[in-house]
């Protein structure tokens, strides 16, 4: 017998990259959630951004934020896994996010670079630029271990730049809005602890993995499962995916192609007698 398990990028991919609705995902997402098969949400977002998100989809799955930063398991969701008294308990997996500003302000300070971090904007200056509002820039700005950034200077120094951050021991991820800091993990790191406390939970199963993205900071996530789906963005160029897995190529932008994408999957699902 087969198990579904289902990962997810967010902006550009389950949410519309200008109005971050997931309308368009409804049906899918209803009928995951109707046949119990687990969605674990994988983005650059922040806990208390994909936490509000879990809240309107009916998601009661593990999560993980800030491109594999850390990991978030509701409470009791593993049975074999330690408790603690809150709700969900998360793992680090990356740098602590005050170390990263701190290697950011000594770069910037030495080497004139011109960019502008999470961290050096008020709320409303973080509503202006990403068009949330102003709860929901405070929600991206609850970081625990990366940080975002808009680059202002050449592309010689962002070169330059990310050879910097590379000897701090950092990387210069780039998402469909913001280039992002961070330790050394990426949205696989998360992926490949899930898959492998799924694979004990679900010990009668064959686990099946399925991902979806759009934008190269998806590329590891793709990579490590069984069936890569890349969204057709009309932000980003698509990440490129080296795997011997059979890539699904969706024709419709964002949500829709998320929609479309996910009922095929269950189709072909349910053709093989899962």
Known sequence: MNQ???FTDLDGTLLDHDNYSWAAAREAVSELRARQIPLILNSSKTAAEIEQLRDELGNTHPFVVENGGAVYIPRGYFPEM???????NMQLLGS?????????????LEKGYQFTSFAELSAQELATLTGLSLDAAKRASMRVSSEPLTWQDSDENLIN???TLHSAG??????????HVMGQTDK???VSLLI???RAFYQTSTLVTVALGDAPNDQGMLECVDIPVVIKSAKSEPPVVETDQTILY????????????????????DQKGA
């Not at 330690?82 to 969900?88: A, L, R, V």
Request: hydrophobic content about 35%; cysteine-free.
């Open 82 to 88: 330690p408790q603690n008294h809150q709700p969900n």
């Open 188 to 190: 696989a790191t998360g």
């Open 250 to 269: 969706t024709d419709k932008i964002g949500p829709e192609g998320w929609n479309q994408a996910i009922l095929q999957i269950l189709k072909q699902y």
């Open 170 to 179: 950092l990387k210069l991820l780039k998402g469909g809005r913001f280039y």
């Open 196 to 198: 492998e406390r799924y």
């Open 96 to 108: 602590d996010r005050k170390e990263i500003l701190a290697t950011l302000q000594a770069i910037k």
């Open 4 to 6: 579904l398990i289902i």
């Open 161 to 163: 730049f990310r050879q």
